[in-house]
């Protein structure tokens, strides 16, 4: 069975800090792919990134960046010079095939989420 | 473009009460799915339609849950004879399918259930 462990509970920071949440997966799968999801007080899901296990390149967006290594199964999310508007919950997850590889789409399993807190 | 929605976002039922929680996906989203998310935890996957044919099941907890896709477009989850363990948000999520590829899921809101 697959499994995503965020070992991060919660964390806080003072804003303009920079803050690493760590993610870890267990998977058979040789294909597969990784998710960061930002869950903020309203309660929706807000797609950050996907990654095929394929791609070990490192990927920056503007503040955010993903550290992918397959050697440590890791998938580590790194905010630069925090904001207040980073506080929130934040999910790494993982696909799982469902009933076979031609249907395209795959549930995810997820952690159990780490809350940052950034201090004004 | 609209994104997912789903209603009522907030559901408060009575211990026995049956409960419909609908999900708007995307226009277009061939895929959709449903989970379940206790308080403090990651959401668990309950089910997957791909139009309006269910495709795995596997999620839901018991025979009390069940869910449809009549026109493959809108969604309803059901759940007869509530449970206080069945309180939780319930998430929605819709991608648009491209074949042999993992799509992006983008979620709605969710429903925050509470049975008392």
């Known amino acids: 069975a697959q499994k995503v462990t965020q070992a991060q509970t919660e964390i806080s920071v003072v804003e303009k800090e920079d803050v690493t949440l760590d993610c870890v997966y267990e998977?058979?799968?040789?294909?597969?792919?990784l998710f960061w999801y930002k869950q903020p007080p309203s309660g929706e899901l807000v797609f950050l990134i996907r990654?095929?296990?394929?791609?070990?390149q490192n990927e920056i967006s503007g503040r955010y960046s993903w550290n992918f290594q397959k050697s440590t199964s890791s998938f580590n999310f790194t905010i630069t010079a925090s904001q207040v508007v980073d506080s929130a919950v934040y999910f790494c997850?993982?696909?799982?095939?469902?009933?076979?590889?031609?249907?395209?789409?795959?549930?995810?399993?997820f952690g159990t989420g780490t809350r940052l807190t950034i201090i004004p | 473009g609209a994104g997912v929605s789903q209603s009522p976002r907030y559901k408060v039922a009575k211990r026995g009460q049956d409960v419909a929680l609908r999900c708007d996906p995307i226009?277009?989203?061939?895929?959709l799915f449903w989970y379940q998310q206790a308080l403090g935890q990651g959401p668990e996957f309950l089910t997957y339609?791909?139009?309006?044919?269910?495709?795995?099941k596997s999620g839901l907890p018991s025979d009390r849950f069940f869910a449809e896709r009549p026109e493959g477009s809108v969604s309803t989850l059901k759940i007869q004879r509530t449970q206080q363990e069945d309180s939780a948000v319930y998430l929605c999520?819709?991608?648009?399918?491209?074949?042999?590829?993992?799509?992006?899921?983008?979620f709605g809101p969710g429903t925050r259930l509470t049975v008392l």
């Open positions: 226009s277009g989203h061939v895929s």
């Open positions: 339609f791909q139009n309006e044919a269910q495709l795995d």
């Open positions: 990654r095929n296990s394929f791609d070990e």
């Open positions: 997850a993982l696909s799982e095939a469902l009933g076979g590889s031609n249907f395209g789409n795959e549930k995810l399993t």
């Open positions: 999520a819709s991608s648009l399918e491209l074949a042999g590829n993992t799509d992006t899921q983008y």
């Open positions: 998977t058979r799968d040789t294909t597969y792919y």
